[in-house]
């Protein structure tokens, strides 16, 4: 894949992609090569992903989000207006490869290529794969985390989060869409029929943990000074009297017992004692012999 989109391999026959399907006959045409026109954050994430495969792409190409690509590839570029659009081109033209999401392959159906993870494994886009790469995340303060080629095995190695940006503070009036959207990110994050709708549409829910991490950050955020999710409600407040005459009550009653206890005990080892002095056993029982915790 790096070869390809540093334009060192420009043929499908070419000897590195024969020997990893030697099973397919391959033509001898130039790969056209279908990226997007512009800057976005799926670019970013493919040419991370390269970097992760190969060391040298990230010291000697472009790694921004921009439609920054090697001159070996300018020939045998086409440029998209988006992800659909780079979908149908695929469905038009012949011997051509691009990047779009799993989802929009799926609904363009799309032949997809395997790729292979950090131990071998070849697999495909799915919600399994991409979900395990989503649990091997470390996320930040502000949520974002470096998913590309993890080392989980399964895992899908060019995963990339669909990110929302929200401001801390709304100064309003008008609080009801951001309370709205809010509300909408908190319940895509805790509910389990929102993770089953994600799944659905191709998404594979990021957060797992976290997602109390994300509701407490959520609190934070404020409209005209209040804040857009209510606060949690103080635990309900115990009614202290009647519990601790009951207590009282048991304790006067344990001390009680606890002190008949002590008496027997005490005149038991009157008992032995006269027993051992009667054989002429020296035994010498100090209060310390006699002290000990009624509870055990």
């Not at 794969?129 to 989980?152: E, K, R």
Request: glycine share 6%; charged share 15%; hydrophobic share 45%.
């Amino acid at each position: 894949l790096v070869r390809i989109f540093n334009g060192s391999v420009s043929v499908w026959d070419d000897n590195f992609i024969a020997q990893l399907n030697p099973f397919i006959p391959l033509p001898a045409t130039p790969i056209t090569v279908i990226v997007l026109g512009s800057g976005d954050e799926f670019t970013l994430a493919f040419k991370e992903g390269l970097g992760q495969f190969d060391p040298t792409w990230a010291a000697t190409q472009d790694t921004s989000d921009q439609p920054i690509w090697p001159a070996s590839l300018h020939s045998r570029l086409v440029f998209a207006q988006s992800f659909m659009h780079a979908a149908s081109l695929v469905q038009t033209m012949d011997h051509v490869i691009s990047f779009v999401p799993a989802p929009v392959a799926q609904d363009y159906q799309l032949d997809i290529a395997s790729l292979g993870d950090m131990t071998g494994l070849e697999m495909l886009p799915s919600i399994e794969s991409t979900g395990l790469a989503a649990d091997g995340a470390v996320f930040d303060d502000t949520f974002q985390a470096d998913i590309s080629d993890s080392d989980i095995e399964g895992a899908y190695p060019i995963v990339v989060f669909s990110s929302i940006v929200l401001r801390q503070a709304v100064p309003g009036p008008n609080c009801a869409p951001a309370a709205a959207l809010v509300e909408f990110i908190h319940w895509s994050s805790t509910n389990v029929t929102a993770s089953e709708l994600m799944e659905s549409l191709g998404f594979a829910a990021a957060l797992g943990e976290e997602s109390d991490q994300l509701t407490a950050v959520l609190r934070t955020l404020t409209c005209a000074g209040k804040p857009l999710i209510p606060p949690l409600p103080p635990p309900p407040g115990l009614n202290l009297v009647p519990i601790l005459v009951p207590i009282a009550a048991f304790l006067l009653v344990a001390g009680g017992v606890s002190y008949c206890v002590w008496r027997k005990i005490q005149a038991r080892l009157r008992d032995m004692r006269r027993q051992l002095d009667d054989v002429q056993v020296a035994v010498e029982l100090s209060d310390a012999i006699a002290t000990f915790d009624l509870d055990r």
